[in-house]
């Protein structure tokens, strides 16, 4: 499967009863980073850093599997939201999700860092 990057839309859907889903792209760096559409018609990146966990509140700390240094850093970081900056973004991303086994696509259209509109791609979805 891969990397992707996740997609929030707060902008109304062609089909509402996805509003609420998390979406996935591949459209951009495919770092597992956060990108939201806003009401407001702009494409936003969440800024964020990285802080490290400490031992005892990693999840394998005190079991057997810690002897495994590879094990030692599941979940050694944790990532901190830190605020959202406008990607000006100008072009199409295409982003998805499964919904009853069925992929669902959206195309959304930016223009100057303005979102333009977000259509059903029905010819993925057939």
């Known amino acids: 499967m891969g990397m992707f990057d996740t997609v929030i839309c707060e902008y109304p859907l062609p089909t509402e009863d996805l509003q609420e889903d998390t979406f996935q792209t591949k459209d951009f760096d495919n770092v597992m980073d956060v990108y939201k559409i806003t009401k407001s018609n702009r494409l936003l990146r969440e800024k964020y850093k990285y802080e490290t966990v400490p031992e005892e509140e990693r999840p394998y700390y005190g079991k057997p599997e810690w002897n495994n240094k590879f094990m030692q850093l599941v979940g050694s970081l944790k990532r901190i939201h830190i605020?959202?900056?406008?990607?000006?973004?100008?072009?199409?991303?295409?982003?998805?999700?499964?919904?009853s086994g069925n992929l669902v696509t959206y195309i959304a259209k930016f223009t100057d860092g303005k979102l333009i509109n977000i259509l059903l791609n029905v010819a993925e979805n057939s």
């Open 83 to 99: 605020g959202w900056e406008d990607t000006n973004f100008h072009g199409k991303i295409k982003f998805y999700t499964i919904r």
